[in-house]
Nanobody, 117 residues
Framework: QVQLVESGGGLVHAGGSLRLSCAAS????????MGWYRQAPGNERELVAS???????NYADSVKGRFTISGDFSKSTVDLQMNSLKPEDTAVYYC???????????WGQGTQVTVSS
C-alpha cells in the first residue's frame, strides 16, 4: 500500500510563509490528481488546492493568490507554498492522491500548521 509522507508544517506568525511537501513511498504512474486538504478543529475536511496530471490547478477561494500548489508526477511528489498566512489557515493539512485506474485514493498522516496572530 502506498504511503504518503508530509513534511514542512509548524508554527508561524500571521503574514509568514510555510512550504509543505508530500512524497509517496514508491513511484506511482497512475496518479490523476494530487491535492492538499485541511481540517480545523470542529470543521469538516476541505480541499485547499489540487493539480491534475495535465497541469490544471484548482484553489479554494480562501487561499487564491496566497497558496501555490506544484506537483511532480514523475516523482510522485506535491508541494504547497503558503504565503501571507492567516490565523484562519490553522489546521491539519493532508496530502492526497487520486488515481485514474480506480485504485483507492491515498492520504497522508497530516501535518499541523498553526498561524499565530
Amino acid at each position: 500500500q502506498v504511503q504518503l509522507v508530509e513534511s514542512g508544517g509548524g508554527l508561524v506568525h500571521a503574514g509568514g510563509s510555510l512550504r509543505l511537501s508530500c512524497a509517496a513511498s514508491t513511484s506511482i504512474s497512475s496518479i490523476y490528481v494530487m491535492g492538499w486538504y485541511r481540517q480545523a478543529p470542529g470543521n469538516e475536511r476541505e480541499l485547499v488546492a489540487s493539480i491534475t496530471n495535465s497541469g490544471s490547478a484548482n484553489y479554494a477561494d480562501s487561499v487564491k493568490g496566497r497558496f501555490t500548489i506544484s506537483g511532480d508526477f514523475s516523482k510522485s511528489t506535491v508541494d504547497l507554498q503558503m504565503n501571507s498566512l492567516k490565523p484562519e489557515d490553522t489546521a491539519v493539512y493532508y496530502c492526497n492522491f487520486y488515481y485514474w485506474n480506480g485504485r483507492p485514493p491515498s492520504w497522508g498522516q497530516g501535518t499541523q500548521v498553526t498561524v499565530s496572530s
